[in-house]
């Protein structure tokens, strides 16, 4: 008998009973269920200016500016970009540009004061002019970043998306390093570094842009800027090779001994008018190979923007049309004496908008608003009147 008062014993086990496998009475783990892939939402950009519409804007632009002498060129400036803003939709809201005609009239009264003052020392050349003329020269070197920053500055607080501003965050030191050094550094290695800063430069605008609080990112690379560089480069040579042999061949033709003729003055007017058509010619490539430039340079600025971690832009159009565009619509302003710049204006924003889309996951409206400070119309006076182009 057991002894009542010593605790139960656990029963024995039989000799033919397998052993318990506790690692099997425990739980198995459980995997954590994934997460559902966020929704992506795709806004398309759409443009509804009509050229005739503009052309009416365009015209009282263009006529008031040469009866007040340039005074109305802010005001001109500002229409203009309020109507092509304002005709731009993204998920049924259109954009805003706010800036006040007055604060650039002050700007633009500024710079065309130095620059005047400028020109009419070069001209009149009075008792020290190389002095006036060279210090404003390099006083322009000098302030160019920081115009460009200021200008960029103005321009975002200027526009606005559903009732919020954008934002340009970019400091004066980074100015100088994008568009100072990095331009320097281009010319002197004779633009074997022009792909560099022309990401050094892309790279500035859109990593302190910001819509809201929201900040921006630049996820390109310095590699895709060179591959556009050199397939512009290889466009012109390649233009250049091709057109350049007919008119060699031509050239050669009219040079030669001709036994019914022997006057030289069709040599001679033959190798000019070959001259004149090449010359013509690499013009046209030279061109068309800066238009795709600028439009595979935008394409590629689009495709690497990101927006507070929930909003990219995504582009589909070709760059080659977008060049062509710029091209055609060149020519045709030329031959109508500048009376087409209208339909121009409103032919490439149409084809470009039309191939923009805007993909979130996360609705537009979650973006907070932003403190939008003052910012001086100085830059943006400077760019616009120097046509100065900042490529975005």
Do not use: C
């Not at 939402?41 to 009282?60: D, H, K, M, N, Q």
């Not at 009732?163 to 004066?172: P, Q, S, Y």
């Not at 040599?267 to 595979?296: N, P, T």
């Not at 394409?299 to 832009?313: A, C, D, M, P, Q």
């Amino acid at each position: 008998m057991s002894d009542p008062s010593l605790p139960p014993t656990a029963p024995q086990r039989q000799a033919d009973e397998p052993p318990v496998n506790l690692r099997k009475l425990e739980p198995e783990p459980q995997l954590p269920l994934a997460s559902p892939a966020p929704t992506i939402s795709a806004y398309p950009v759409r443009f509804t200016g009509t050229a005739g519409e503009f052309f009416r804007l365009w015209i009282v632009n263009t006529a008031l500016s040469i009866m007040t002498l340039g005074l109305y060129l802010p005001w001109a400036r500002v229409r203009t970009r309020q109507y092509f803003y304002g005709h731009t939709w993204v998920d049924g809201q259109n954009f805003e540009y706010t800036a006040n005609p007055v604060a650039l009239l002050r700007g633009y009264v500024i710079v065309a004061a130095f620059f005047g003052t400028y020109t009419l020392s070069s001209q009149i050349q009075f008792q020290g002019w190389e002095w006036v003329a060279g210090l404003i020269g390099i006083g322009f070197v000098a302030l160019y970043p920081w115009l460009v920053m200021k200008s960029l500055r103005f321009l975002a607080a200027s526009t606005s998306h559903r009732g919020l501003n954008f934002r340009f965050h970019g400091r004066a030191g980074g100015a100088y390093v994008a568009y100072g050094v990095a331009n320097i550094v281009a010319g002197l290695s004779s633009s074997l570094a022009l792909p560099w800063a022309w990401f050094m430069q892309r790279r500035y605008q859109v990593e302190h842009a910001a819509y809201g609080r929201g900040r921006a990112t630049f996820r390109g690379d310095v590699g895709s800027f060179y591959i556009i560089g050199l397939t512009a480069l290889g466009m012109v040579i390649g233009a250049v090779i091709v057109l350049a042999v007919p008119v060699i061949a031509g050239f050669a033709l009219l040079s030669s001994d001709d036994p019914f003729s022997r006057s030289g003055d069709a040599g001679f007017l033959g190798a000019f008018a070959g001259i004149a058509v090449l010359y013509l010619a690499f013009l046209a490539a030279y061109s068309l190979a800066w238009q795709y430039i600028r439009g595979a340079t935008l394409k590629l600025v689009l495709n690497s923007i990101e927006l507070g971690g929930v909003v990219r832009t995504h582009a589909t159009f070709s760059p080659w049309m977008l060049a062509w565009i710029g091209l055609s619509n060149a020519a045709v302003q030329v031959v109508t004496l500048g009376l087409a710049t209208p339909w121009a204006a409103v032919r490439r924003t149409r084809y470009m908008m039309g191939g923009i889309q805007v993909l979130a996951i996360a609705s537009l409206d979650d973006f907070a608003a932003d403190v939008t400070l003052n910012e001086n119309a100085l830059g943006e006076a400077a760019t616009e009147l120097l046509d100065i182009n900042l490529g975005f």
